[in-house]
């Protein structure tokens, strides 16, 4: 585990040489027979203008390489923290922005067996660079997504879908019937996880921030599995009394707020539960009371989701199992992608600035 | 683990019939063969004045029962705190107050073949109730320590001693050589922390509040075996970081005291540690930083060394190992009991005034 904290990328398509304004054909000894458009940066920045579309060239590819065509690639936050240098692991340069798309096979190398010319393909590993038009890369770093979902579905699948899949597996053995309370349950996460844990057959406990639109919020999330929605002052004030007369205890609790909220939900837990945290919107420390340590015997552990991916980077059987599973339910229509919108390629502008916004819904750059 | 909270003992030896001065013979339909003079309360309260010596009669033992002298009992803040009605687990009334202690086997039942007579035996669970001078129960209620190690470190390993042993065995696989860092390292568990570490191979960073006599602390924990003793403001100003060109960073921390402290163990952990928490002088929550449970991968757990003993209350051979492994570095003098004073058993509202002033060594109560 050691050293992988403020990593470097190491993998940023190496073999998808530079093109760009000082990269002309004459300083290439080979001869590039294919080109794309990548949105590529060579600088940490907080204003995000060093992000620049370019055209790269490339080779022939190698006889273990996949050429593909990006379909469809997100603009998620990690993404921005890449660009601004503040993200805990951070890419070469020049790098391509971008974590997560789905592709499209349009080449494979003569010794690919695992994926075959028009299927649909997803980055195993942060780090892609998905923000292009094209891309060659070895056959290893694709998961295979099968075409009979949705298009958006599968380009927003492998961040936080899978970051909602593994944290209701790895942490606790639950059971249908068992109970998840989480808190920011309106967030990408969030609203996956009220989806999954109901294919699952889990209950959920849903906490949201008191807001003007509230009654149409909790309806949206009861519509998409929820069993209860309540605010942090409805919880403060009534704690769950009736809601465990029909549930029982959460062993599992999912924090993605920090502060005051992730208290809220430690308390909550049952003796022997786990507090996962997989994010800090508040921006405030954790509270936590050494009495639930010591006497509810409550663990705290954190996801990260790149981390769990590299963990078990080898283990392509597993990775594909968890894409597997969630395209089953994307095709099944208990999992919906979140609300998207679609933005050309080439305005890719106004989709970071667009995500850099609060309450803003997930920007989908679609480079065909 | 559900329900252990706040539970209420219920083995307060049920056969030793109640004595006293509202239970003369006149009630009791059977003959009472032996007494003995046990410290008893029948309320809880903050002032601890209910506590009163009185005589119990028991009868004779049965065939899988077993007969002690108590021979020495510390008063503990458990001790203190179950009287008080603050612990998470009561007694039923009338309880005899004690939880640690050693005696010495003076008469066992036809079955009984575990202990002999003459064999030092110590309780297995929390609320046997040590404060007495004889007492009847169950031989599998004890387990035995050997005669050749000193009666101080008997009456005293079975709750400190054993906390430390245990937090540094079930957290983190440690090898010789890791390193352990602590706070609230001169309490009696960090003590013992220190010792045990050191008979382990394990390094020790151990963090300390500032004080007038800091240099005096800092040798004596230096000399039962401290690697590296640093006060929590020299931490704040200098982090680990000459520590750390003579060993590992630290896979395991261990937390008594909460607040900025905690987190201050917290954040010199390396990526994968854990942070355990056994105590909260502080009365102060933990806080912390959802960065460290992400990107670090840190853990947090809890540990509570009488809910440990009842997970594997049945597993006798191993509540006997730890023992074991705790008499052997008595012996070898590892480890030694901790500065105590000695209270002959009728002077016992000395022993329990002194365990609520700060700064005082362990009293140990002497029935013998």
Partial sequence: MRGFFRGVLRAQRLWVQGGGPGWGAGYCHWRPIHSCSALVYRRHGPDLDQLRMEQWDFQAIGPHSVRLQMLAAPVNPADINMMQGTYPILPEFPAVGGNEGVGEVVEVGDEVTSVRVGDWVLPVDAGFGTWRTEVVCEATELLRAPRDVSLLGAATIAVNPFTAYRMLHDFQQLRPGDTVIQNGANSSVGQAVIQIAAALGLRTINIVRNRPNYEGLSADLKAMGADYVITEEELHRTGLGLILQEVPKPRLGLNCVGGLS???????????????????????????????????????????????????????????????ALCAMLRSGQLTPPRCVLVPFQQYAQAIQATVQPHQPKQVLLMQ
Same sequence: chains 1, 2.
Avoid: C, E
Wanted: glycine content about 12%; charged content about 20%.
């Fill in 262 to 324: 992730g208290g809220l939900v430690l308390s909550h837990l049952d003796s022997g539960g786990t507090l996962v945290t997989y994010g800090g919107m508040a921006k405030k420390p954790l509270q936590i009371p050494a009495k639930s340590l010591i006497f509810k015997n409550i663990s705290l552990k954190g996801f990260w989701m790149t981390q769990w991916k590299r963990n078990n980077r080898k283990d392509l059987h597993l990775l594909q199992s968890v894409v597997d």
